[in-house]
């Protein structure tokens, strides 16, 4: 019997067909375990499940991959893969895939959009002042418009670029691109102007958005050494990873005044709770991770964790796969 286990999502399958498709492969069951949860306490939780449909949480490290031996593919229902220890899976031979890019480009890049407004057109505040009974206070709230400002893209990748295409197309915003894997001739035949190192983009842009994969090299990528030389007033927006900011230097220069509004929809070691520290600024916008959560993404989401799991059963090359060993577990089914 092929067994499936979906952990740690609750999107999974709520608004498609999905689970009954994967049912009519093997036996389905939602697992639950703590996010910190790792190693052979995670090994044996997911004892006995063939196919993993992981979440943002938990960590699938080395250890889990050396005590797990049933495991033989493991699906990411997002794009993201640094909860996966890739090397090490490929090392004990375990297929790992994810959602391509395209499945969530629309809906993060428009929420992207969506947090960029609220932080720079006081939504947010000035919600709260009209539900306070502080009409009057309106005056308070004068925003910018875009077409005026310069937009620091960080990450001109799938939904970095379908952002700048959106502010430069819709808004008529000045597009400044920081992004060492694209050649400099590809950003200015797009209009854009091209940076080489992050501190210039820091330092020319009203607003910075971040769309870079954690890595090694992007973690704490925005910190003190970048915020000491931004634009003052400077809009910053995360719907990356949290990973990618240094909340400690962050909360230093929101205090400061160098950083006006912070406007995110991930937060280092998220899920956090209502006394995180960030949710004590007034001019910080923070949402549940959602900006993939729109119908149409979630349906393109679920239809390729299927697919992945259903070409890999019909032995056909697998739309989205990050890593395919050279010798890769017989399934034991």
Known sequence: MIRIAIVNSKSFGIYTNAIERLKKIGDVQRIE????????????????????????????????????????????????????????????????????????????????????????????????????????????????????????????????????????????????????????????????????????LAEVSDIVTLHAPLTNETYHMINRDILSKAKKGIIIVNTARGELVDEDALCEFIENGTVAAYAADVVEGEPIGPDHRLLKYPNVIITPHIAAYTYESLKGMDEAVVEAIESYLQEKPIDGVVVYPRSPRKPPF
Do not use: C
């Open 33 to 200: 375990v703590p996010k910190d949860f790792r190693g052979k306490k995670l090994a044996d939780a997911l004892s006995g499940y063939h196919f993993i449909i992981a979440s943002v949480t938990p960590y699938y490290d080395r250890e889990f991959f050396e005590y797990n031996k049933d495991v033989v593919m493991i699906v990411r229902h997002g794009i993201g893969y640094d909860n996966i220890d890739i090397k090490a899976a490929e090392e004990f031979g375990v297929i790992v895939a994810r959602v391509p890019g395209w499945r969530e480009r629309e809906s993060v890049a428009e929420h992207t959009i969506a947090l960029m407004l609220s932080a720079l057109r006081f939504v947010v505040q000035s919600y709260e002042a009209v539900k306070q009974g502080r009409w009057g206070d309106r005056a308070k709230f004068i925003g910018k418009e875009l077409k005026s400002l310069t937009v620091g893209i960080v990450g001109l990748g799938n939904i970095g670029s379908r952002v700048a295409e959106i502010l430069s197309k819709g808004f008529g915003a000045k597009i400044v691109v920081y992004d060492p894997y694209i050649p400099r001739e590809k950003v200015e035949q797009l209009g854009y102007r091209y940076v080489s190192k992050l501190e210039e």
